[in-house]
């Protein structure tokens, strides 16, 4: 006769623990919107190609432009998407895209990645600074900032430097606009660096 509460409070207890393990279990979290970026196919080739090899150092960049986060920027404080990222860092993005256009354009005889072994002629060392979605009252843009340094690879001495910035503004507040309009941002400054180098290995020459 006295088993019978003893059995009541075993059940009671396993019922406990089932329903705490259950409570206590992750919950599934809910799929993220992840967008490229990625190089469009507005780079020609250009008329005055060099017998040099060029290598892209990697591209230097606060943390958060090394995530995959997409940032931004609403009343003076910092924030990113909480749903929406993207597939690479900007950082990285601009590295690939930016030796994708400099193959296009045929400026150099070979694009070299910074891990290979190979001897290059010239290296490109850049940081980037800035490439976040800025909010301004009713309007919103992608703020874009780099430096960039032409090095000659024998001497290590610095041929030439640059800081680019620009706006460029979202047409729509929907989170496809403002992917267009990073996408059109880093084809914009990988065009630049381009018509930079173009200008500069004429006066190194």
Same mark, same amino acid.
């Given at each position: +006769?006295?088993?019978?509460?003893?059995?009541?409070?075993?059940?009671?207890?396993?019922?406990?623990?089932?329903?705490?393990?259950?409570?206590?279990?992750?919950?599934?979290?809910?799929?993220?919107?992840?967008?490229?970026?990625?190089?469009?196919?507005? +780079?020609?080739?250009?008329?005055?190609?060099?017998?040099?090899? &060029?290598?892209?150092?990697?591209?230097?960049?606060?943390?958060?432009?090394?995530?995959? *986060?997409?940032?931004?920027?609403?009343?003076?404080?910092?924030?990113?998407?909480?749903? @929406?990222?993207?597939?690479?860092?900007?950082?990285?993005?601009?590295?690939?895209?930016?030796?994708?256009?400099?193959?296009?354009?045929? &400026?150099?005889?070979?694009?070299?990645?910074?891990?290979?072994?190979?001897?290059?002629?010239?290296?490109?060392?850049?940081?980037?600074?800035?490439?976040?979605?800025?909010?301004?009252?009713?309007?919103?843009?992608?703020?874009?900032? &780099?430096?960039?340094?032409?090095?000659?690879?024998?001497?290590?001495?610095?041929?030439?430097?640059? @800081?680019?910035?620009?706006?460029?503004?979202?047409?729509?507040?929907?989170?496809?606009?403002?992917?267009?309009?990073?996408?059109?941002?880093?084809?914009?400054?990988?065009?630049?660096?381009?018509?930079?180098? *173009?200008?500069?290995?004429? +006066?190194?020459?």
């Amino acid at each position: +006769m006295k088993a019978k509460p003893i059995k009541s409070i075993f059940l009671l207890s396993i019922s406990f623990f089932f329903i705490s393990a259950c409570s206590l279990s992750p919950k599934p979290q809910p799929a993220l919107n992840v967008y490229l970026l990625q190089s469009d196919e507005s +780079m020609k080739k250009l008329s005055s190609p060099q017998n040099k090899v &060029l290598k892209i150092n990697s591209v230097q960049a606060l943390l958060y432009l090394k995530s995959n *986060e997409i940032a931004y920027i609403q009343n003076g404080e910092f924030g990113t998407y909480a749903k @929406h990222i993207f597939k690479n860092s900007p950082s990285s993005a601009f590295e690939a895209l930016l030796a994708y256009k400099l193959e296009q354009s045929g &400026l150099f005889k070979a694009i070299l990645n910074y891990n290979t072994q190979a001897n290059a002629d010239l290296l490109l060392e850049s940081r980037l600074h800035n490439f976040e979605q800025v909010f301004e009252k009713n309007k919103s843009f992608v703020n874009t900032a &780099l430096s960039i340094n032409l090095i000659d690879a024998k001497n290590n001495k610095i041929l030439a430097h640059k @800081h680019f910035k620009f706006q460029t503004n979202i047409k729509e507040q929907n989170i496809n606009a403002v992917i267009e309009a990073f996408n059109t941002a880093l084809n914009q400054l990988g065009n630049e660096v381009v018509f930079w180098l *173009e200008s500069e290995i004429k +006066m190194v020459q």
